[in-house]
């Protein structure tokens, strides 16, 4: 079977309130998302690359480059047997995961709906109810922080994470033990410290963290190694985790002892399957990190949540945090203890908001056998 077409369109979309990392302040997203046609039936998916080359060196252009010249005419001149085969097509394209993924999880919400099965039981995940955890980005003040703490314990959340920076960790995490002393808490660095900051790094284990995210550079393991030597906390890597080989190097360096998922990072849910099955294999509890995504990205990660690899509360929250309204219905929602309820629905199992979807769009792009 081919795919007939692919729809490629850039949507913009504000987030309610700004996120802030090591690497710099969002206030709006421009998201890539790719639909695909074939036997009657679509598929969606949405590419997480950001606005600038600041998390990794994808933006949401270079995506829609690499998707429309390489990514989606390969998809358009192969032989369609299965989403699980989609990573071998792409493989001569070298890099770009993120806009190989958006492709990728297309087909596999495609192959779900032909199967009349939910994404989660074709990923051969469980399904029910999956824990989930919020990251608060890089504040103005720490009042505001603690506020913010405050807000997502009480709606039920089941671990917070702060993002940190130099200048912006040792006090702050202080403070906050300070005031929620038993929350389930975790720092995530972006990358922002070196070798250099290792007695900083050492200080912060009396906060007793779950995990510090990627505290070194983004492609490194060695130095990670080093330094998870020199710490009594976790950590997790989320940018040095880019295809399974970099988690069994991470797993057999000593790197990290918890590995964060994202498909978009990973370039999509093959590799996604089998980092989780590395990972089970070897004993590293995962969990599935975030892009501010919008909806389509979101139910992507409520199905890949759903393994049994994922242990730990991870960073899929509920759309109205990001969102004034979601494109899909309904909303991505939050129980009050802390779970998103896995819906039963055919592919991922929300409803894009055609009409909403059409209303933001900037640019589309049809690709045609
Ligand atoms: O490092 O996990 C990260 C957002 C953008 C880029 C990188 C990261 C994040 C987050 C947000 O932490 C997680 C979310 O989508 O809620
Ligand atoms: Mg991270």
Redesign the pocket.
Known sequence: MRVEEIELREIRLPLVRF?E?SFGRTTQRRIVLVRVSMDGLTGYGECTA?EGPF?SYETADTAWHVLKDFVGPNALRNDFQGAIHVRDWLRPIRGHPMAKAALEAALWDWEARSKNKPLWKLLDGKGGEIPCGV?IGIQDTVEELLAGIEREIGAGYRRI?VKIKPGWDWEILKTVRRHFPHVPLMA?A?SAYSLADLELLRRLDEFQLMMIEQPLAYHDLFDHAVLQEALRTPICL?ESIRQVEDARHAIELGSCRIINMKLGRVGGFTEALQIHSLCLASGIPLWC?????SGIGRAHNIALSTLEGFTLPG?V?ASKRYWERDIVQPPVEVTPHGTIRVPDGPGIGYQPDLEFIDRITVRKEVLRA
């Open positions: 996120f990392t950001g998390y990251s994470k995530d972006n989320d990190g975030g892009m501010l995504e960073d929250s």
